[in-house]
Structure formats: C-alpha cells, structure tokens
C-alpha cells in the first residue's frame, strides 16, 4: 500500500499519476478508510492491514486522519473519472456510502481534521515532513523510466 503525494494539495497530487497509479490508489485510499473506519469502530471489516506502515500513519494512534484522507480519495477519484476512468456500479455504491458515512460523523471527535501529514515509505525508509513530497517525485520518475508502458499523466518530462 502507498499513498503517493507529490503536494499537499490533494488535486495536484492526483494530476500527477499516471493512469494505472491513479485507479490503484483510490483503491488503496478506499481500503485504508475502511480499515481505519473499522478501526474506531465504525465498520465492521477486515483489518488485517492495520499494522502496514501506511494504515498505521492514517491511525495516528487511535485520532486517525480520516477527514483528509478523504478528500484525498475525493480527488483521486474525480481525477480517474474526468481522464474517463470507470468504476463498477457496485464500486461507485461503496464510494457514496464511504461518503455519506463520514460526512455523518463530522462533527462527532472521532477522528482528526487535521491534514494527512506527510509521510514517505518505501522499502524500510520512512522519511516524514516536506521532504516525503520530492522523494515521491522521484519515486515515480523512476517507475515511469523502467515502466514498459509509458506513463499517461499531466506531467511533462
């Protein structure tokens, strides 16, 4: 699991994906909500992740960052479908009852509404602030040289 962020605006980080990164990671944001969301109690799913580098950041030790991490998925996900991305209907169904799900607990202290800080995992590295932002730039711009289908994204090499 990974959550690429290149800014901490969640738009141009969506911008930044190619296609294939961009559907995989409003899946893994998805899954990382709902893991979280089961996490404090509020869904009844699996939580076998909960100990991935990843989900544990989002958990923030029990004040998760579910509200940020949201409108990134948001953003993902309106991103995907405006460079004509489909979900399954059934997809789609879960996105507006993850939705309508945390919008009903906003001003409930579940969770924190702070913004989703930084944080970049790779391997064993796990650099944390402003930093994390460039070394995901690099990250994909490796990806995209060894990819054997050139990336389709909003950046210019």
């Not at 869904?43 to 950041?57: E, G």
């Not at 960052?65 to 460079?83: G, K, N, P, S, V």
């Not at 059934?90 to 996105?95: G, H, I, P, Q, T």
């Amino acid at each position: 699991m990974q959550i690429f962020r290149v800014s901490p605006d969640h738009q141009t980080s969506a911008q930044y994906l190619d296609n294939r990164r961009l559907s995989k990671q409003v899946l893994e944001l998805y899954q990382i909500l709902r893991i979280n969301l089961s996490l404090v109690g509020m869904l009844d799913t699996n939580t076998r992740y909960q100990h991935h580098p990843i989900v544990k950041h989002v958990y923030n030790e029990g004040n998760p960052y579910i509200t940020d991490t949201f409108w990134l998925l948001e953003a993902c996900d309106m991103e995907h479908q405006r460079r004509g991305g489909k979900r399954s209907p059934a997809f789609r169904e879960d996105l507006e009852s993850l939705k309508q799900l945390i919008e009903s607990r906003l001003d409930a202290d579940l969770w924190s509404h702070e913004p989703l800080p930084p944080l970049y995992v790779f391997g064993e590295d796990r650099i944390y602030g402003n930093a994390a932002y460039d070394l995901y730039v690099e990250l994909l711009h490796d990806k995209w040289m060894n990819d054997t289908i050139p990336p389709r994204c909003g950046v210019r090499f």
